[in-house]
């Protein structure tokens, strides 16, 4: 599908771009961005443009759209700023061509910003009240005031790794490490399970998966994983933990990923490393894989690839035992993708990087986060998982395994985001690049300077 970009008078450059679908009419709408105004075109499920119109684009005071909520033919963007303490919206309402701009009457200063959530017409802003086990829960629903919701979470305690009992907050802040802080930010990494999924984003201590109606927030320590599993249809939670192997050696690097109903489960030291399978529900272990710094990896079908870094591209590490030693100091992560009714894993990690005084960057598309006339779509998990697959920077090695996990000899299939990597090589250039699920497909988007035309691609 080609869309006109003949709405904007003058230079055509577009910046940034990104969708919003809607799961019950099968409508979806496409923004395109150039740091000057916002193009809206609102589509209905057999690709007929129901409306478009321009707007003089979002608040420069925020850089992220973090959710949105759908009533008929309006979409509401909800905004943070920068430093997550001041939230806003704009309602694009299609049916009269028209935006609103609002910015809320409250701004966080005992709250840390977790993250947003949509549920169909309601857009849930998620903080955590700093030093406790308190979730806020801040619930927009189209034509009502915003009401606030507090949950404690009661029952199961947390424990860092050294065994004494702390809150939520230092968890997230830590990973149960005792680093003697006196207050604990954290990342929230947003996961769709169901895309193919780089070290780079399952390697987050904190992540959050999205479901429908609720969603799963897991925290993972050295020697266990705690789920909350939140409902939003009456805000209620369960927590749960799923126990992780224990590997010898005395500094322990672990993480986890929960793909349906089971969690794979990566423990590491500079002396071994498993790879465990376990059932979400009750925990029983499944299968484990176990290899030691001195022996070959078995079940990988790769080499062991180091990326990124000073490297120009990628380079093969030879010994297990380099690969381990990486694995136990750096971001570890594991993540898995089905194919077929087999499934492909990827072991490794990636390197922390210092920020400095430099902008974050959203990652794969160069779009600097909080920087005059640009924005970050962060409520999109398969845009970010596309963006952190093609661009990934870590040390990996990928394995394939039945449904049943008995490893599979042979060449790793090829997935989505392989195939859509592929296509874009044979183009002279794909700006504004953007990666979303409609129906059983995935929609491939990319702005053409020469056209001037934005072009969507169904894989």
Same mark, same amino acid.
């Given at each position: ?38 193009? +809206?075109?609102?589509?209905?499920? +057999? ?6 119109? %321009? ?22 963007? !909800? ?102 802080? =006196? ?19 399952? =390697? =987050? ?24 599993? !939140? ?49 979400? %529900? ?16 078995? /079940? ?22 380099? !690969? ?8 570890? +992560? ?23 005084? %430099?902008?974050?960057?959203?990652? +794969? /598309? ?12 962060? /409520? ?13 920077? %870590? ?65």
């Amino acid at each position: 599908m080609e869309i006109e970009n003949d709405l904007k008078i003058g230079g055509k450059n577009v910046k940034s771009a990104f969708s919003v679908v809607d799961e019950n009419t099968g409508n979806f709408a496409i923004f395109l961005d150039d740091d000057n105004a916002l193009y +809206g075109y609102l589509y209905s499920p +057999g690709l007929d443009l129901v409306r478009r119109f %321009a707007s003089e684009g979002l608040p420069k005071q925020f850089s992220q759209i973090i959710g949105y909520s759908i009533q008929g033919k309006k979409i509401r963007l !909800f905004l943070k700023d920068s430093k997550s303490k001041i939230f806003g919206s704009v309602l694009f309402d299609f049916e009269i061509g028209s935006t609103e701009e609002t910015v809320y009457d409250f701004k966080l200063k005992h709250e840390l910003y977790v993250e947003g959530y949509t549920d169909e017409s309601k857009f849930y802003l998620i903080t955590l009240l700093k030093g406790t086990n308190e979730l806020n829960f801040y619930v927009f629903d189209e034509g009502k005031p915003f009401q606030k919701e507090s949950i404690n979470i009661k029952g199961t305690p947390f424990f860092n790794n050294l065994g004494a009992i702390i809150n939520l907050n230092e968890l997230m802040g830590t990973g149960g490490k005792d680093l003697n802080r =006196s207050s604990y930010g954290f990342n929230v990494d947003k996961i769709d399970s169901e895309s193919p999924n780089s070290i780079e984003t399952t =390697s =987050s201590i904190v992540k959050m998966y999205p479901g429908k109606s609720g969603f799963k927030l897991t925290v993972d320590a050295q020697r266990r994983t705690y789920i909350l599993d !939140f409902s939003t249809s009456n805000l209620s939670y369960t927590v749960s933990t799923i126990d992780k192997p224990t590997t010898s050696g005395t500094e322990i690097n672990s993480n986890s990923f929960i793909l349906d109903d089971k969690i794979y489960i990566i423990s590491a030291s500079t002396e071994e490393m498993i790879f465990s399978i376990k059932k979400l %529900a009750s925990g029983e272990e499944l299968k484990n894989f176990r290899v030691t710094k001195n022996e070959e990896i078995p /079940f990988k079908n790769t080499p062991i690839i180091q990326e990124g870094g000073k490297l120009k591209n990628y380079r093969i590490l030879d010994k297990t035992s380099q !690969f381990l030693r990486r694995m136990s100091n750096e971001d570890i +992560g594991v993540a898995t993708t089905k194919s077929n009714n087999n499934f492909v894993v990827t072991l490794g990690s990636k390197k922390e990087i210092s920020s400095g005084g %430099a902008p974050m960057m959203m990652p +794969g /598309f160069g779009i600097p986060v909080g920087s005059i006339g640009s924005f970050a779509v962060t /409520f999109n998990p398969t845009f970010f998982a596309y963006g952190n697959y093609t661009s990934t920077k %870590a040390t990996r090695i990928e394995s394939w395994f039945d449904e049943d996990f008995n490893h599979l000899k042979g060449e790793i299939p090829e997935n989505v985001f392989d195939k859509i990597s592929e296509a874009g090589l044979k183009l002279p250039s794909t700006d504004a690049e953007t990666v979303f699920k409609l129906g059983n497909s995935y929609i491939w988007g990319f702005y053409d300077q020469k056209l001037e035309k934005y072009i969507l691609y169904r894989f």
